[in-house]
C-alpha cells in the first residue's frame, strides 16, 4: 500500500483526510494494526516549543526620505546586522541588547534582547529603530530615529539556520558549584537534571530517517506557513541509533523560514537565561505524510523507546570530552526524577510539551479544514554527514 | 487556630512604627515572616504569614487598619503570570514547596498554589520567560 502526496492533498482538499497527532496515532495504530491504520491516517502532526537559539529574522524598512544606505542599526537598543541592502537588517535571537552588562556581575540576568525584539514584534507593539550610516551620494541621511511596528514593515522574513534537534542532551552538573547554562539552573552534586525535547511529539524523532521531512518541506511556525529551506547547521546523521533508528544525541536539524506577519505571539516567545544570555522559544509543527506502512510505524515513537545522553555540563560539555554518564528514555525522564549513581535526582524540561501538544492539534485542525496542505520535498536531507569540529592552528595555538 | 498569609504596604510615614511587635504582643498572634524590607523614610513592605484565633487576626487587622497601612490578604509578594507562563515546567526542581506544580500529568501544565509560596524567589532566576515575578 502507497499513498503519495497529491492523493493526501486530495483528501485534504475535500475535508476528508484522516488526520492524527503524534500522540493520538500511538493508541490507534495498537488498537487497528499498522496495516489497517496505515491505509486509513493521512497524516500525523509532530510539534515542537522550545529555545532555538539559532533563530533570526530580516527585515525591510521601506525608504526614508532623503534615502539612507543603514550601516550600523539598533531596534530597541538591541544591534541588529547590517552588511546587506541599504534599508535590509537582520536581528539575531541571541543578541544582547546595547550596555547589558552581560555575565560582568555573574550570574548576569539577561532581561532583553534580540529574541525579546522578534517577540515584540510579532505581537505587534511598538518598537524604535535608531540607525547610522556614512553617507553617500544617492544615500545622504546619516542618521534616523524613529519608531514603527510590524505592519510598518514592507517584509519580517523570519529565517532560522538551526531549528527542531532531532534530539538532545540531558544537562547536570556534577560539581560542587551552581552553573548557568542553556539547559537552565544546574545545582551543585547533581541536585537536578534537565532536558530539552518533546520527545514523541517531536518532528524528526517521528521521521528519523528523513523519509518525509526535507527541503522544501512545508511547516508550521509559530502559524505562519512556513518552510524547510536547507539542512539545519550542525545537521549529523551518522550518530549512535537506538534499534528503532532513533537517535540517541542531537542529530538532524532544519534550517526554517517564515512570514513573521502571519506569526501568533503565543509561539514566539523571547527567553532569559541566567548567566547565560538571551534567546528565542518558537513553537514549530511538522505534518507527516502517511505514505506506506513503514513511516506510520515511525510516528508511533513513544517516550520510553527515545533514549538521550546526560552530559557534565561543569566538565565534560564545556572540555569537550564525550563522555557520557547515562542514559535515559523520555518516559524515564518525563517521569520527574531519575536515579544516578544511587541518587535520585529531579529532573525538568526546557521543551514545553504542553505547547507542543497544543501545537500539534492546531495543525491537525488546520489540515483537517483543507487550509495546510502537505509539499513534496524537493531534497532529501543528507542521511551520512558527519560533524566537524574546529582545529586551533597557527599562533594562536 | 486559623493561619493567614498578608502582604503589607507601609507608606513613608509608617515605617517607624514596631507593628509586627506589637501583633506578638497584644494579638497573641504567631508570626512567619517571608520577606520584609522596611527602612526609616523610605515604604516599606512586608510580606508574612499569621496564625492565631479567628478573633485576634480580626482585632489585629483592626489595629492594623487604625495605621496608614494597606493590608492585602494573600500573596501579593510573588506572582505568576498565566499568559507568559509557556508550561515548560523549568521551574519545578527550583520550587522548594512545589507552589509551582505540575496540576495535569496528560498535558503537563503548570500551575502556582499562592498559599504554598514562601516568598523564596527561586523561581524567578530559573523562568526563562519571566512569568514570576516579585512586587518588591
Redesign the interface.
Known sequence: MIKTYAEINKKIESGKAVVLTAEEVIDYVDKRGLEAAAKEVDVVTTAT???MCSSGCFLNFGHSKPKMRISEAWINDVQAYCGIAAVDVYMGATQLRQNDPANMYH?GEF?YGGGHVIEDLVAGKKLQLFGLSYGTDDYPRREIRTLFDINDLNQAIMVNPRNCYQNYNVAVNASDKRIYTYL??L?ARMR?M?YSSAGQLSPLLNDPYYETIGIGSSIWLAGARGIVYAQGTQHCSLVERSENGVPEEGAGTLALSADMKEMLPEFV??????GYGV?L?LGVGIPIPILNPEILRRTTVRDRDIMACVIDYSSDYPQKTGKVLARYNYEQL?S?EVELEGKKI??????????A?KICGLLKAEIEEGRFLLSEPSRRLPLEQGMKSLNIIGPGR | MITKKIYLYFPKSETEKPIVYQLVKDFDLIVNIFRAKVTPEEEGYLSLEVTGTQENIDRAFTYLNGFDVVIHAGNKGVRWDESRC?????????CPTLALY?INRE????AFCEENCVECLACI??C???ACSSTF
Do not use: E
Open positions: 516549543f522550545g529555545p550570574p532581561r537552565g539552573i545545582k537536578n534537565t516567545r523571547g527567553a532569559s537565561f541566567k534567546s522559544a518525563r520527574g529531579p529532573v525538568t524540561s526546557l521543551s514545553s510539551y504542553n505547547k501538544l | 509557556t508550561q515548560c515546567g523549568a521551574c519545578l526542581a527550583h505540575m498535558t503537563r501544565a503548570i532566576a530559573a526563562p520567560f519571566g
